[in-house]
Each structure stands twice: as structure tokens, then as C-alpha cells.
Nanobody
């Protein structure tokens, strides 16, 4: 069983930055994969970025070049640094995790954190 808790969301102006954090609490060993999806109102949930415990990463084309994903394996945490934010980045961002190796498919999910990009 894995519990995920996101933090760091909020309101930011276009062109601004936010850093999302995700902390994983496990009853077993540490998770392998962690990443982020997002869901805007009336839209399907979409992949944003993912990273393995070994540091391999994958990004959606819509955010490539604007976001950095990183891990702190010792703390079982993942971070999503988002820069040059656009209004279309507005969504609820969900952290996902998996015990198996993957860069974009997760078995466990957090409750989500709201990111709003608006002037």
C-alpha cells in the first residue's frame, strides 16, 4: 500500500513558476516510479512527467522544456518544477507511483493539488 501526498499548488501569473512536491508513504519498500498527471475541467486526465528511481524521465510534449522532474529516493519524494507557466497549464495535478519500473503508468494516486495560472 502506498499513500501519496501532493503539495505546492496555488495561483500563479502567466510566465511564473511553481514547484510541486509529492511524498510517498509505503508499508513495504520504496516505490520505483513516480510522476504526475493533470486534469483540467471537462478534460481527461493527461500525463505530464514521470521519473524512475534510477533517474530516467519522460515528459509530455506540451510541457517539454518547461518542466523538470526530480526524485529524492532517500525521502521517497518527487518534485515537479514548472516554469513559464501558461493558462492552459491550469488543472488539478495528481502524483502517481508504482513499485514496478514505468515512466507513465501508475498504480497509486494522491488526492491532487490545484494549479491555477491566471493574471
Amino acid at each position: 500500500q502506498v499513500q501519496l501526498e501532493e503539495s505546492g499548488g496555488g495561483l500563479v501569473q502567466p510566465g511564473g513558476s511553481l514547484r510541486l512536491s509529492c511524498a510517498a508513504s509505503t508499508t513495504r519498500f520504496a516505490v520505483n516510479a513516480m510522476g504526475w498527471y493533470r486534469q483540467a475541467p471537462g478534460q481527461v486526465r493527461e500525463f505530464v512527467a514521470g521519473v524512475s528511481s534510477g533517474g530516467r524521465s519522460k515528459f509530455a510534449d506540451s510541457v517539454k522544456g518547461r518542466v523538470v522532474i526530480s526524485r529524492d529516493n532517500a525521502k521517497n519524494m518527487a518534485f515537479l518544477q514548472m516554469n513559464s507557466l501558461k493558462p492552459e497549464d491550469t488543472a488539478v495535478y495528481y502524483c502517481g507511483a508504482s513499485y514496478v519500473y514505468t515512466l507513465d503508468e501508475y498504480d497509486y494516486w494522491g488526492q491532487g493539488t490545484q494549479v491555477t495560472v491566471s493574471s
